[in-house]
């Protein structure tokens, strides 16, 4: 490739492995001034509340009002934007949210219980929590699909408050945005953005009560807030660049793996996508119709970067070597553009989503097939899942142990805390014991 200079490796080249180890290398370095800005930032809504909230909202949104109150929009403000969108916008807004939570209702989980030998009762509690925050990006960006992905589970899971939080820079609504809350059941708005907005929902202020746990995408202000305020509350993720692998046989139409990799290198210039292949010739025509389609993309300039800096197109003797190299990286998003993805699937260990066969473009699940597209990066789904209705639910274990139980267990319990030295537990097992 002349223009874009992708990187290209093959499996079999001698130095593949220090080729993989720079291609995984974590991107995001912890930067000590932006750690010590937030960290202000914190401290100083913790300590002025809604007055500090107001003098950052000036400062760097340059939006002056006079109280909190002058930020808030409750439900019936928000149902209004629903008649301010194109009805071409709104009837898809309204298709996607049907279609994401139909798929999240499959996710509801209730109380269950046991009873064991002694006829005691072990079980499980499942609530919802009380108050959750949402963090949407503001200023020119729209992402009114971000608001469905992270509101439409929370109700779901019985969520009483939902309120969240966006930026308007100059005091610039976003009216599609505005209006997907609505119809994601949002409660309540407030036009506030930045390390300020999380610091009040895990904090609270005289105006705002703090939230059980904070989700939503943002710049890296708000990412590190997020992981400073975690602990105080429960939060989704620190997200990382975005990422799409594809594992292609040939069959899928070349064009078409490609306009894919550029969706997700249109993120950002740390966006990473790559193609693994079982055929040279395949990952030619990729790169051909990379090279071809990159002038009509107005963003090509951050998928140029994006495609230079982490992208690459791999060549692997077979499809278990791509899926076994797949697993290494653990992306976000993988394709299998083969012609019999459901005989590779059991192959895959992690990933964030799997998009199978030649139609299911990752871009559908990013709006709106249903599925979330809040998914664990960089190699975060070794260990970690995509957003669903779990997350904003707390399970709570139920003991109710008889007196036949206690007679059963107690020597058990003794006998394992007088190991671990804790006389106290021993004694306290056995004081039940007739």
Known sequence: MTALTMQRFSQADEDFEAQMQALTAPMEVLDPNLVASVQNIIGEVRSGGDQALL???????????????????????????????APAEFAAITEAAKRIRRYHEEQISTDWSITDEYGSRLGQRVRPMRRVGLYVPGGKASYPSSVLMNAIPAKVAGVAEVVMVVPTPAGQMNPLVLAAASLAGVDQVLTIGGAQAIAALAYGTESLRPVDKIVGPGNRYVAEAKRQVFGKVGIDMIAGPSEI????????????????????????????????ST??????????????????MPRRDVITASLRNRGALISVPDLQAAAAL????????????VAAPE????????????????????????????????LPTSGAARFSSPLSVYDFQTRTSVINITRKGANALAEVAGTIADSESLSAHARAARARKD
């Not at 299911?360 to 597209?373: K, P, R, V």
Request: with cysteine.
């Open 343 to 374: 005989d590779l699937l059991p192959a895959i260990s992690s990933a964030g989503a799997v998009f199978l066969g030649a139609y299911s473009s990752e871009s559908l699940g990013d709006y709106c097939a249903g599925t979330n597209h809040v």
């Open 55 to 85: 003098e950052f909202t000036r400062r760097f949104d340059q939006y002056d009002v006079e109280s909190v109150s002058d930020l808030v929009f409750e439900r019936d403000a928000l149902q209004a934007f629903e008649s301010k969108i």
């Open 326 to 337: 797949s697993n290494r990286f653990a992306p976000e998003h993988l394709e299998l553009a």
């Open 245 to 276: 692998f594809v594992i292609a046989d040939g069959s899928v139409d070349p064009d078409w793996v490609a306009l894919d990799l550029m969706s997700q290198a249109e993120h950002d210039e740390m966006a990473q996508a790559v193609c693994i």
């Open 279 to 296: 055929s040279e010739d395949y990952l030619d025509a990729v790169g051909a119709s990379l090279e071809t389609l990159l002038p009509e």
